[in-house]
């Protein structure tokens, strides 16, 4: 299951108490304190994994804990650390606190471990009270209680392609033959209740990764349809890619109109959107009467044609110069605003 939103109760661990002790062991003269300190509470750190897509994991638990550091002992004996608890993350992942709603981290990478929650201290044992006015100190200190949030996990997929169109558009089937993978494709609307991700790999050195978005419809900034409930994860996508329905059966269906409606819908959403460069394919080109379309399409057409393919997903035809242009994606694409 897709997962990209959570909320959880994360608390650190808490540290061991001291203890108070006394040294009595045979010919050791005048004894003295000897308790040991308490151990330091278990840490909570967060780390990207780059092989997770969704914060499934976190789906049904509730609270996240460290462990607990351990009591000290006599003969001055330091308790046990609590162990560290590492959470590990999709990259992309945002982490919001609660109660004030700030944002603590944005999770892009995975370079190194990030700490969300400090164990407690340790408690101090009797014997880090003696001194030489007091010999016999019978004091020790407890240990200091970890750091508790509630926290809010949100995944901001990063991908460096978006596929944004309507529902039925192809995307899915586009995706599955751009990245020979798998995914589910059916003949209704809203086939695509998820994002689904395929990789393209050019060469040995670079490749592409890919989102589907779920279909959008106009008022989809307005949480219409599925809505702003995946319109966020177009926003770290490097390029957009809109896929564009030819229908010719349907008389009332305008291709160059639902482009527009797509793209009034992310900049309602996030004006910046419309900053990032894109490409335009107009799908099932197979069908009888897709020619007209295509033209009246061409004709309406403001951005430069590079950035325009015509294509058939179903039996993937014109999907090797679409590649070629993902490949070289960083001269052919334009801003759309």
């Not at 995975?110 to 004091?139: E, I």
């Not at 790999?201 to 900034?221: C, M, N, Q, R, W």
């Not at 379309?293 to 179903?314: K, Q």
Request: aromatic share 8%.
């Amino acid at each position: 299951m897709f997962v990209d939103r959570v909320t959880l109760k994360v608390s650190a661990g808490r540290g061991g108490d001291g203890v108070i002790a006394w040294r009595r062991e045979k010919f050791v003269p005048k004894g003295g304190p000897a308790g040991g300190d308490g151990g330091k509470g278990g840490s909570l750190f967060l780390q990207a994994d780059p092989e997770l897509f969704s914060l499934e994991s976190y789906r049904n638990r509730k609270l996240i804990r460290a462990r607990n550091g351990m009591p000290g002992s006599g003969s001055r004996c330091k308790g046990r650390d609590g162990e560290d608890l590492v959470l590990k993350v999709p990259p992309g992942t945002l982490v919001r606190d609660l109660s004030t709603q700030e944002i603590l981290f944005d999770i892009t990478d995975d370079r190194g471990s990030l700490c969300l929650c400090a164990g407690g201290r340790g408690g101090l044992g009797n014997s880090r009270f003696r001194s030489s006015t007091h010999q016999a100190p019978y004091r020790c200190t407890e240990g200091k209680p970890g750091e508790e949030r509630e926290i809010e996990l949100e995944l901001k997929l990063i991908a460096d392609v978006g596929l944004v169109g309507k529902p039925n558009a192809g995307k899915s089937t586009l995706l599955s033959r751009l990245a020979e993978i798998s995914v589910k494709i059916a003949p209704y609307p809203f086939t695509t209740l998820r994002p689904n991700l395929g990789r393209i790999t050019f060469d040995e050195t670079s490749s592409f990764l890919l989102a589907d978005i779920p279909g959008l419809l106009e008022g989809a900034h307005r949480n219409k349809g599925l809505g702003i409930e995946f319109l966020r994860h177009v926003e770290r996508t490097s390029l957009l890619l809109f896929v564009i329905e030819l229908s010719p059966w349907e008389e009332e269906r305008d291709p160059f109109a639902e482009f527009q409606m797509l793209r009034e819908e992310l900049g309602a959403y996030d004006p910046k959107l419309l900053e990032k460069p894109f490409l335009v394919v107009l799908n099932k080109i197979d069908q009888e009467g897709s020619e007209a379309l295509i033209s009246s399409f061409r004709a309406r057409y403001p951005f430069p044609p590079s950035t325009l393919f015509t294509v058939s997903a179903l039996e993937a035809r014109g999907l090797a110069e679409l590649k070629e242009a993902l490949h070289l994606s960083q001269q052919v694409c334009c801003p759309l605003a």
